[in-house]
C-alpha cells in the first residue's frame, strides 16, 4: 500500500514532465516539416524551450531531406528514457534497452494525437470566427493543412458545411488502430 501511495504520484509526474516536452519537441519537428512561420510568437516559444537541447545535437545529427533528423532522435531517445524509468518503477523486470523499442510506438501514437487535437482545436475555432491573423489560429492553419486539404479534395462542402475534419479525424484515428497495436505487439512493449 504505500509504496504505491508514493510510486503512484511519481509515475504521474514523470509522464507529465517527459510528455510535456516529448510532445513540444515533436511539435517543432512538425513545424519544421510544415514549414511554419517560425517568427509566430508560438513557435518562438517552440524554439526557445528546445534549443538548447537540439543546438548541439544537431551538430552530430545533421537534418537529411529536410527532416530534422536531431528532432526526432532527441523526441526518440527521451521517450525511450521515460519508458524505461516507468519499466523500472513499475517493477517490470525488463532490459532498459528494450524501452528503445517501446518508444517508437507510442511516438507514432504522440504525433497522430497531436493531429487530432490540432484538427479539433480548429473546428472549435472556426465556430467562434477568431482573427485569422491570430498568431495561434496560423499556426493551426499550417500544422494541419497537410491533412485536411486532401480530406477536402476527397469530400467537398456539403451546403457551405465543411465535412473534411470529420474524414481526416477518423482517417487519422483509424490510421492509430492499425499502426500503434502491431508495432506494440512488434517492439514488446508493455504499455
Given at each position: 500500500?504505500?509504496?504505491?501511495?508514493?510510486t503512484?504520484?511519481?509515475?504521474?509526474?514523470?509522464?507529465?514532465?517527459?510528455?510535456?516536452?516529448?510532445?513540444?519537441?515533436?511539435?517543432?519537428?512538425?513545424?519544421?516539416w510544415?514549414?511554419?512561420?517560425?517568427?509566430?510568437?508560438?513557435?518562438?516559444f517552440?524554439?526557445?524551450?528546445?534549443?538548447?537541447?537540439?543546438?548541439?545535437?544537431?551538430?552530430?545529427?545533421?537534418?537529411?531531406?529536410?527532416?530534422?533528423?536531431?528532432?526526432?532522435?532527441?523526441?526518440?531517445?527521451?521517450?525511450?528514457?521515460?519508458?524505461?524509468?516507468?519499466?523500472?518503477?513499475?517493477?517490470?523486470?525488463?532490459?532498459?534497452?528494450?524501452?528503445?523499442?517501446?518508444?517508437?510506438?507510442?511516438?507514432?501514437?504522440?504525433?497522430?494525437?497531436?493531429?487530432?487535437?490540432?484538427?479539433?482545436?480548429?473546428?472549435?475555432?472556426?465556430w467562434?470566427?477568431?482573427?485569422?491573423?491570430?498568431?495561434?489560429?496560423?499556426?493551426?492553419?499550417?500544422?494541419?493543412?497537410?491533412?485536411?486539404?486532401?480530406a477536402?479534395?476527397?469530400?467537398?462542402?456539403?451546403?457551405?458545411?465543411?465535412?473534411?475534419?470529420?474524414?481526416?479525424?477518423?482517417?487519422?484515428?483509424?490510421?492509430?488502430?492499425?499502426?500503434?497495436p502491431?508495432l506494440?505487439?512488434?517492439?514488446?512493449?508493455?504499455?
Amino acid at each position: 500500500m504505500t509504496e504505491a501511495y508514493f510510486t503512484n504520484p511519481l509515475i504521474f509526474l514523470i509522464k507529465t514532465l517527459f510528455g510535456l516536452y516529448i510532445s513540444i519537441v515533436v511539435i517543432r519537428f512538425l513545424l519544421q516539416w510544415v514549414r511554419a512561420d517560425f517568427y509566430n510568437p508560438i513557435s518562438q516559444f517552440v524554439v526557445t524551450l528546445t534549443a538548447p537541447v537540439l543546438r548541439p545535437l544537431r551538430k552530430l545529427i545533421p537534418g537529411w531531406g529536410g527532416i530534422d533528423l536531431a528532432s526526432v532522435l532527441l523526441a526518440w531517445l527521451l521517450k525511450a528514457a521515460e519508458l524505461a524509468i516507468l519499466a523500472m518503477l513499475l517493477g517490470l523486470d525488463r532490459n532498459p534497452l528494450l524501452a528503445l523499442g517501446w518508444a517508437v510506438p507510442a511516438l507514432v501514437g504522440l504525433v497522430i494525437n497531436l493531429f487530432l487535437f490540432a484538427i479539433l482545436i480548429r473546428v472549435i475555432l472556426s465556430w467562434v470566427n477568431p482573427d485569422p491573423y491570430n498568431p495561434a489560429v496560423n499556426l493551426l492553419g499550417r500544422l494541419t493543412d497537410p491533412i485536411l486539404i486532401p480530406a477536402q479534395r476527397l469530400l467537398p462542402a456539403i451546403s457551405g458545411i465543411d465535412l473534411s475534419p470529420m474524414v481526416a479525424m477518423i482517417g487519422l484515428i483509424l490510421l492509430e488502430m492499425f499502426l500503434v497495436p502491431p508495432l506494440a505487439l512488434l517492439t514488446g512493449s508493455p504499455f
